[in-house]
């Protein structure tokens, strides 16, 4: 039974895969803000553009 707890403890193939998703879901994190920011600054642009023309 010791020995069995042993290895559970010492086992990190689970904890990779774990880092993996926290890394990937990050990622997702910034790249949903950056395209948020990159719409909110081109509907300005648009929105001084049809002021510009009218």
Partial sequence: MKN???RFAND???ATA???GL???LIV???V???SN???DLSN???KIDGALT
Avoid: K, N
């Fill in 38 to 40: 990159i719409g909110t």
């Fill in 18 to 20: 774990i880092e993996y």
């Fill in 23 to 25: 890394i990937a879901g």
């Fill in 4 to 6: 069995l707890m042993a």
């Fill in 45 to 47: 642009v648009f929105t």
């Fill in 29 to 31: 994190v910034a790249i």
């Fill in 33 to 35: 803000t950056l395209l």
């Fill in 12 to 14: 990190e193939s689970g």
